[in-house]
């Protein structure tokens, strides 16, 4: 595991263009299973809270990074194992229950594990409703989950930008929220939701996203029809 390698390594350096100021490191358990839960605006944010958390954090990864082909895929695959992250087929379903059982047993050994509850980044800078894997977890192992809110991030690297500029960023560690362990048989829809929606609004009121009650997944679909829908109609516009 070469995760503490890469963080003293390359840590100088992506401090030196993000500028990361870490608030409420006292309420990351000092040991023992917990949940990062925090927002997600940017590709920087999984190399963020790793700089700012002084435990190591497991993050799941898109199933893609680890099915490569040939030596780049090899290396990819290489690299995000060798860094924590573990993969998942983001298909939902069964298909993700492999990911989750790993997670599940990350907590149980007592190690941190780290989740984006949205699912995936904000398409527009806003905070939206959270899935509930997190709250799952957190109730079928009785660990505390963290909700914590990643600010700067969306600036420094703007959607579609590969390589970040220089900017300051701030992660906030809130207040832990103690989750009593709950037998997997007895752990209702309206729980979950009671729990994730719990998280979110921490990471709001910390954040000060404004919050959107809808998936981000569901509002990415929504602005890529209507930008093809634009640009067929643009296109229309051209030919005549």
């Known amino acids: 595991m070469?995760?503490?390698?890469?963080?003293?390594?390359?840590?100088?350096?992506?401090?030196?263009?993000?500028?990361p100021t870490a608030v409420g490191l006292e309420n990351i358990p000092r040991q023992g299973g917990g949940i990062i839960a925090a927002n997600h605006l940017a590709v920087i944010d999984d190399a963020l809270l790793p700089l700012t958390c002084p435990r190591m954090i497991h993050f799941m990864g898109k199933a893609e990074y680890f099915e490569g082909?040939?030596?780049?895929?090899k290396f990819k695959k290489w690299w995000f194992t060798s860094v924590g992250v573990f993969p998942v087929d983001r298909s939902g379903g069964s298909k993700s229950l492999g990911a989750l059982e790993h997670a599940r047993e990350i907590i149980e050994s007592g190690e941190l594990f780290?989740?984006?509850?949205?699912?995936?980044?904000?398409?527009?800078?806003?905070?939206?409703?959270?899935h509930t894997g997190a709250a799952?977890?957190?109730?079928?192992?009785?660990?505390?989950?963290?909700?914590?809110?990643?600010?700067?991030?969306?600036?420094?690297?703007?959607?579609?930008?590969?390589?970040?500029?220089?900017?300051?960023?701030?992660?906030?560690?809130?207040?832990p929220i103690d989750v009593p362990k709950t037998p997997s048989d007895q752990v209702t829809h309206e729980m979950l939701r009671e729990l994730t929606d719990r998280v979110v609004k921490q990471i709001q009121q910390m954040s000060g996203q404004e919050y959107v009650p809808e998936y981000a997944q569901v509002v990415k679909k929504q602005m890529q029809e209507e930008q093809r829908t634009l640009d067929a109609a643009r296109a229309e516009e051209q030919i005549h």
């Open 136 to 175: 799952r977890l957190a109730l079928e192992t009785g660990c505390p989950i963290i909700p914590t809110a990643i600010i700067g991030s969306r600036e420094i690297q703007k959607p579609g930008q590969i390589i970040p500029g220089k900017g300051k960023s701030t992660v906030i560690y809130g207040t």
């Open 69 to 73: 082909k040939g030596l780049k895929g």
């Open 2 to 19: 070469l995760y503490w390698f890469f963080v003293k390594t390359l840590g100088p350096i992506a401090r030196h263009r993000m500028h």
């Open 114 to 130: 780290g989740i984006h509850v949205e699912g995936t980044r904000s398409p527009d800078g806003r905070l939206y409703k959270g």
